[in-house]
């Protein structure tokens, strides 16, 4: 074999070698990493949970109040129709025309 690939093989023997040692070192330590930032603060996420089912509450208070409008705006278009009624009527006994809309 000529003298000049000797150093080639010889250096490749070098970096397997150094790849087999650090590549386990390297996964322990990306495994370690992974570990540590995956632990989360339990007082976190205590608090994640307590603002969670705080939203809830005001989720369910506002459709509570939108449904209270809603049942005041029905009550209120129920009035203004009676009372357009008894205009209406007024008018015609009274014999006034009524302006068209």
């Known amino acids: 074999m ?3 690939y000797r150093p080639i093989r010889a250096r490749s ?3 397997a070698a150094l790849n087999s040692f650090s590549f ?10 992974l570990g540590i930032a995956s632990c989360r603060d339990p007082r976190a996420e205590a608090n994640i949970a307590e603002a969670m089912v705080q939203v809830g509450t005001e989720i ?5 109040d939108y449904a209270v409008l809603q049942n005041q705006v029905d009550s209120l278009r ?9 205009i209406t009527r007024l008018a015609a006994v009274a014999n006034m025309p009524l302006p068209t809309r």
């Open 13 to 15: 023997y070098r970096i």
């Open 60 to 64: 369910s208070a506002l459709r509570q």
């Open 78 to 86: 129920g009035v203004v129709a009676r009372q357009d009624s008894i």
């Open 24 to 33: 386990p070192r390297a996964a322990c330590a990306v495994l370690i990493t």
């Open 2 to 4: 000529p003298a000049c």
